[in-house]
């Protein structure tokens, strides 16, 4: 894509770089919104939501801003509105609503899916939808279509080509979405389904597989996990909760009835059940309430290049990555008898041969299980960890807090939820920006 783009497939959009005229990235685009209109007219593009950093507060930019759009790059003239983006009645989302619905070929009645939509800029600076990339549904359709009878075969067709966008109450899937937004974090994806309509929320949830989801879960609210987790199978639900952290999972099901509780923790495998249900036993702002059961632990006559290959993974929460825990077999909690911590950067000033037991730091208390929330952030703050070993009065490693769920307790329960629903907020707001407001229209 360049300045003098003629054609811009939406889809594409997502995640972009925006640039104000200096230069400087002020956020990543989200999504495009248009207002549709009566058919066969096609849709009339009102800007981008566009992500802004540090907090991810989604703002609008008009479209006849934007001087120019690249393949890594969205730059726009004029000042930026800070105001945070809230959809109006009158728009559509395109990544969030259009994209894998479900529509209907004029003429030949056969029902295919809409891959991306893409757009046109008019003499006049106004941008229009008029095209649409679609591909058949499985099982295809009534009547000819020839080009399009090949499950899996994608043709881009005019908008009026294509029926049935007249509503954005429809049954589409999420595949869409998802693909746009493949590649964002967890915590970012989960931003996004926190805002969208509970029905899509249902369909973006069951449509990302166990180990995303379980991913997403353990970002949102905790009202939205119950909701989530409810609405799906309840075989589904069970496998979910075994993808995620054992201490997200304890506290996910600490939410539930315990009759819905218990057949949850049925229906896991039991290795995977073990270990939330010894969590759920603890006080939920206790040592043992907060610890993760699966920290790095190592036997001692492990290596330094072994434990350093342990603690690679990319997988691993960074606080977790940052020592590695000493214990005699068998190395799973609770484990064998505990020895002491090696932080990770005495790890990388020795040598790669050296055997662990021999640069082991046994000199710092472990926390108990029982200890309160306040006094394990006293703990971390007066050694300056951001994590510690859970060991039991025999001596056995049970599990290890992290400083982000210390964090994630002493905040106040809603914490997550006010970050997703005001982020960011401005201290004041500036004044209504005009060209937003004839592009957009002027009633909210």
Not at 98 to 104: G, N, Q, S, Y
Not at 338 to 364: A, K
Request: net charge negative; hydrophobic share 45%.
């Amino acid at each position: 894509m360049s300045g003098a783009t003629s054609r811009v497939f939406i889809a594409r959009l997502a995640g972009v770089a925006v640039f104000d005229p200096a230069g400087d990235q002020i956020g990543r685009v989200r999504d495009v919104v248009v207002s549709l209109r009566i058919a066969p007219r096609p849709p009339r593009v009102l800007g981008l939501v566009v992500e802004v950093a540090p907090r991810l507060r989604p703002v609008f930019v008009p479209i006849t801003r934007v001087t120019v759009f690249e393949a890594d790059a969205i730059v726009f003239d004029g000042r930026l509105n800070v105001r945070r983006f809230h959809q109006r009645d009158s728009e559509t989302l395109v990544i969030a609503e259009l994209l894998d619905r479900t529509v209907r070929m004029v003429g030949t009645g056969e029902m295919v899916s809409v891959v991306d939509v893409a757009m046109e800029p008019t003499r006049t600076r106004d941008w229009l939808v008029n095209k649409v990339a679609v591909r058949v549904r499985r099982g295809g359709g009534r009547g000819g279509g020839r080009g399009l009878r090949r499950r899996g075969e994608s043709r881009i067709v005019d908008w009026d080509a294509v029926e049935g966008f007249a509503a954005v109450e429809h049954g589409q899937g999420a595949a869409g979405l998802i693909a746009a937004f493949g590649q964002m974090k967890a915590a970012d994806l989960a931003n996004i389904v926190h805002e969208l309509p509970e029905k899509r929320r249902t369909e973006v949830a069951a449509a990302l597989d166990d180990e995303r989801l379980a991913d997403v879960l353990e970002e949102l609210p905790e009202d939205y996990q119950v909701e989530i987790l409810g609405k799906l199978e309840v075989d589904r639900a069970a496998d979910v909760l075994e993808a995620m952290g054992p201490d997200d999972a304890a506290d996910l099901l600490g939410e539930l009835p315990t009759e819905q509780r218990e057949r949850l923790l049925t229906l896991m495998e039991p290795q995977d059940a073990a270990p939330v249900r010894r969590l759920l036993t603890y006080a939920e702002e206790s040592a043992g309430g907060l610890m993760t059961t699966d920290p790095v632990v190592v036997p001692p006559d492990a290596t330094v290049a072994e434990a350093l290959a342990q603690i690679r993974n990319p997988d691993l929460n960074p606080a977790l990555a940052a020592q590695v825990y000493v214990c005699r077999p068998p190395t799973a909690t609770p484990t064998g008898r505990f020895l002491g911590t090696v932080h990770f950067q005495r790890l990388l000033r020795e040598p790669p041969p050296t055997l662990v037991s021999g640069i082991v730091d046994n000199e710092l208390d472990a926390l108990r299980p029982t200890m309160s929330l306040e006094a394990v952030a006293m703990y971390f703050a007066s050694y300056n960890l951001v994590a510690g070993p859970v060991v039991d009065e025999n001596g056995h490693l049970l599990g290890s807090v992290t400083i982000d769920d210390v964090l994630d307790h002493l905040l106040p329960e809603d914490w997550r939820e006010a970050v997703m629903d005001a982020a960011g907020a401005a201290p004041h707001l500036p004044e209504p920006d005009p060209e937003e407001e004839a592009l957009r229209g002027t009633t909210p």
